[in-house]
């Protein structure tokens, strides 16, 4: 069964305090690893996806790296509006031909503190 | 380009009684994926459809069903409503062409049941 874990579950950081967050899985067969942000009351909006260990993504203040068993988003001096909850998810290669399904960890609420 | 909508944002029930939600994916996007968020659980998949079959589906009880129609759009329905059913339901778009399989979340449908 594929699992997602997700740590810190909350993380408290002040604006310009660069911080990692962690995101660990077992799966069988990683066909990418997805991380999303999430505000109070939406859906998840994309950030990344990663497909290889070693693989690297950037966008604005936030940096993604996978390993054979983890991934970390780097968040490097953070301001208020990166405040939201930060979301991991794993596509297997088992999910079925073509299958999308993600399997998600409960993850980390970021609030950043002018 | 519009994104993922879904409709009604916002609902309320009560026990014994059934639902219907909708959501419309990105403009060209074949496959739909429905996710169910609790504060407990997290997000965990509930189905996914492709050119209006059925690919893939989570473990969650037959009360649970959906259907995908000819331009794409998608309605999933909850019969015998149980308060535990109270939830954000999600729905999820993908391009499915190419190597772009990034899902594309819509705002959700806060459920309540009473």
């Known amino acids: 069964e594929d699992q997602v874990t997700q740590s810190p579950e909350a993380l408290r950081l002040q604006e310009g305090e660069s911080s990692s967050l962690n995101c660990s899985y077992t799966v069988s067969g990683l066909r990418g690893l997805f991380w999303y942000r999430q505000d109070p009351g939406k859906g998840p909006e994309f950030l990344f996806t990663l497909y290889s260990a070693g693989e690297e993504k950037e966008k604005e203040r936030l940096k993604a790296t996978l390993t054979k068993k983890e991934s970390f988003l780097h968040i490097t001096a953070p301001k208020p509006e990166d405040s939201a909850t930060y979301l991991c998810a794993v596509r297997a290669a088992y999910s079925g031909a073509g299958s999308y399904q993600l399997t998600f960890g409960k993850g980390t609420k970021l609030s950043v503190i002018p | 380009k519009a994104g993922v909508t879904q409709t009604p944002r916002y609902l309320i029930k009560t026990r014994g009684q059934q639902v219907t939600l909708s959501c419309s994916p990105i403009?060209?996007?074949?496959?739909v994926s429905w996710y169910q968020q609790t504060p407990g659980q997290g997000l965990q998949f509930l189905f996914e459809y492709f050119s209006e079959t059925q690919r893939n589906k989570g473990n969650f009880p037959g009360r649970f069903s959906g259907r995908q129609f000819s331009n794409s759009r998608s309605e999933m329905n909850v019969s015998t409503l149980e308060l535990g059913d109270s939830a954000l339901y999600l729905c999820a778009s993908s391009l499915t062409s190419g190597n772009d399989d990034t899902q594309y979340f819509g705002p959700g449908t806060r459920l309540t049941v009473l």
């Open positions: 403009s060209g996007h074949r496959s």
